[in-house]
């Protein structure tokens, strides 16, 4: 069964801090893995995809690195609109999402 | 376009009542899932389609729950009979690659 668990659970840095955050899966057959952003009351909406492992990928001020089972995300200069919920997501097909860390920057 | 549409945005029903969801997926996309959605468990993945079929419906949680695809342009996900422990926010997402889902539906069993 696939199984992705997320660290931390939550985060909360000051404003023009770094946010650093990663996951780490277990799924039977791997293909990519991605990372989306949820707002309250919203749907996920897709950052970034990564392929293999020790492929990074930078997108404004994200950071994203594929680790061999794992991935971490960072978010340089973290401002208050992006306060959200980050997960990844992996799996061939059958995608699983994990828990997701709670980003709640402080002002 | 327009995106993922589902609907109704808010259910509220009594235990025992039928809950009939609804998802209209992105045109040209091949692939459609609904995800269940609670502060305890996360998003769960119930079950997927590949141009319109079934490929796994390992996630739906017993009998109660069944899903259709009956052309690539609609999708239903239907409980019956609701049970309290079903309230969550239902989301329908559709992908030829990354997934794009919807804005939820919020399910409320008393």
């Known amino acids: 069964e696939n199984q992705v668990e997320h660290s931390p659970h939550f985060l909360g840095p000051q404003q023009g801090d770094v946010a650093s955050m990663s996951c780490t899966y277990s799924?039977?057959?791997?293909?990519?893995l991605q990372w989306y952003r949820q707002n309250t009351g919203m749907g996920p909406k897709h950052l970034l995809s990564?392929?293999?492992a020790g492929y990074e990928k930078q997108k404004g001020r994200l950071n994203a690195t594929l680790l061999k089972n794992g991935s971490s995300l960072y978010i340089t200069a973290v401002q208050p609109e992006d306060s959200a919920t980050y997960f990844c997501?992996?799996?061939?097909?059958?995608?699983?999402f994990g828990t997701g860390t709670k980003l709640q920057v402080i002002p | 376009d327009a995106g993922v549409i589902q609907s109704p945005r808010h259910e509220v029903t009594e235990m025992g009542q039928e809950v009939t969801l609804r998802c209209k997926p992105i045109?040209?996309?091949?692939?459609l899932f609904w995800y269940r959605q609670t502060m305890m468990r996360g998003l769960e993945l119930l079950i997927y389609?590949?141009?319109?079929?079934?490929?796994?419906d390992s996630g739906m949680p017993e009998d109660r729950f069944s899903a259709k695809m009956p052309n690539a342009s609609f999708s239903t996900l239907k409980i019956q009979p609701s049970e309290p422990r079903d309230s969550a926010v239902y989301f329908c997402a559709s992908s030829r690659g990354e997934l794009f889902f919807g804005e939820g539906s919020r399910l409320t069993v008393l």
């Open positions: 045109s040209g996309h091949d692939y």
């Open positions: 799924v039977s057959r791997f293909n990519n």
């Open positions: 990564m392929y293999s």
């Open positions: 389609f590949n141009n319109n079929v079934p490929i796994d």
């Open positions: 997501a992996g799996g061939y097909q059958k995608v699983t």
